[in-house]
């Protein structure tokens, strides 16, 4: 039964972190029209992959948690 609660609780701590993406940093680089700003472009890259680092170890941590309190239920 606790495995069920566990199960239904995690998605929504996972979304918990997809909802800041909507924030933009203010500080506009002028680009021209054809013209690719590649610091822009690193910052994206790096904020995503802390997002995904994030979303990873919260989704493992639950998985363990889940693993161990099947394994403490099934032990009694």
Do not use: W, Y
Not at 8 to 14: A, E, W
Not at 16 to 28: A, L, M
Not at 30 to 50: H, I, P
Not at 51 to 58: A, H
Request: proline residues 3%; aromatic residues 2%.
């Amino acid at each position: 039964m606790d495995v069920v609660v566990l199960c239904v609780l995690i998605p929504p701590m996972v979304d918990r972190f997809g909802q800041h993406s909507h924030i933009v940093n203010t500080e506009q680089k002028s680009t021209s029209s054809t013209g690719v700003n590649v610091e822009e472009l690193k910052r994206r890259l790096e904020d995503e992959r802390k997002k995904d680092k994030t979303k990873n170890i919260l989704v493992a941590t639950a998985a363990i948690s889940a693993v161990a309190v099947s394994g403490f239920i099934l032990s009694l």
